[in-house]
């Protein structure tokens, strides 16, 4: 059984950092790509960042670019988002999502989810 945990989150004043992580289980979890995606009240789930299954490539969505960094430790199972000069509109809650090698930036591309932490950033 696949299980994902993220950890992390909190609140933050604005332009304040957090660093958000994600433990896989049940799976061998460097075959596995992971992302990172954020959902605020009222919105859609929407994509923030991804890793491969190599740690070799990684993508991010435009509005975190640059300010975001999504790493992972596969001698930890770990998968972690780095989150920097935070704004009001990062708040949200963070979804960690795995699929299989390769990355993704669809919500349907992604086959297991964890359970959510919530971030939030006041101004």
């Known amino acids: 059984q696949v299980q994902l945990v993220e950890s992390g989150g909190g609140l933050v004043q604005a332009g304040g950092s957090l660093s958000l992580s994600c433990a896989m289980s049940?799976?061998?979890?460097?075959?596995?790509?992971m992302a990172w995606f954020r959902q605020a009240p009222g919105k859609e789930r929407e994509f923030v960042a991804a890793i491969d299954w190599s740690g070799g490539t990684t993508d991010y969505t435009d509005s975190v670019r640059g300010r975001f960094t999504i790493s992972r430790d596969n001698a930890k199972n770990t998968v972690y988002l780095q989150m920097h000069s935070l704004k009001p509109e990062d708040t949200a809650v963070y979804y960690c999502?795995?699929?299989?090698?390769?990355?993704?930036?669809?919500?349907?591309?992604?086959?297991?989810w964890g359970q959510g932490t919530q971030v939030t950033a006041s101004s």
């Open positions: 999502a795995a699929r299989l090698f390769n990355i993704a930036v669809q919500r349907r591309d992604y086959s297991y």
């Open positions: 049940g799976r061998t979890f460097s075959t596995y790509a």
